[in-house]
């Protein structure tokens, strides 16, 4: 009786009452309202897709300045600490102006975690994405920037995978999101003053 009675509600929470399969949401992307406000303009490379995410953050905003400025602020990565005040120690291994361009590396500090990163999106102007590895986690964060009537609005999206994605989401709810408006909104500042 025991076995059928947990057969039974087993059954009901994959199909559902009706019967019909449900699909089960993932826990990363709707902890907060960020899920619900995917952009279906980004790219998301294999493995990546938001779906995956044991964290998502979802950013946006608009500058008054072209998305030419917004984009060279953000490929000048060695800059980002003058600025953006969740980084440090950030280097370019691979360029030799020591910007961001398709397959970069970055070695660099943010949210308390050193990540290793390497670009794979990168369309001047109007795409830039990278993945991202650090102590048990992998992410991939992509900016999407497109011409707006007073200049440039930017999105800004990350999914985050493994146990160092599950703790930090659990013990910091809010931490990225909040991190990835401050940045979006000191791009903004520094794109606005040039």
Request: with cysteine; proline share 4%.
């Amino acid at each position: 009786m025991i076995r059928r009675t947990c057969a039974v509600l087993l059954a009901a929470a994959i199909f559902g009452m009706n019967g019909h399969a449900q699909v089960p949401t993932h826990q990363g992307l709707t902890f907060n309202g960020d899920g619900a406000l995917r952009n279906n303009q980004i790219h998301w490379p294999k493995g990546f897709e938001p779906e995956q995410a044991d964290l998502f953050a979802h950013n946006e905003i608009d500058i008054r300045a072209g998305c030419e400025t917004a984009f060279s602020n953000l490929v000048d990565a060695e800059a980002w600490p003058s600025w953006y005040s969740n980084s440090k120690d950030v280097k370019v291994l691979n360029t030799p102006d020591h910007r961001l361009r398709k397959k970069a590396r970055i070695s660099w500090e943010t949210f308390g975690f050193h990540i290793e990163s390497r670009v794979w999106e990168f369309e001047s102007s109007s795409r830039l994405g990278w993945f991202g590895d650090g102590k048990d986690l992998h992410a991939y964060h992509t900016f999407l920037l497109t011409k707006a009537p007073e200049g440039c609005h930017v999105v800004t999206e990350e999914v985050v995978k493994g146990p160092g994605a599950i703790q930090f989401r659990e013990q910091q709810p809010n931490a990225m999101h909040e991190g990835h408006q401050l940045w979006l909104t000191t791009l903004r500042d520094r794109s606005e003053k040039h």
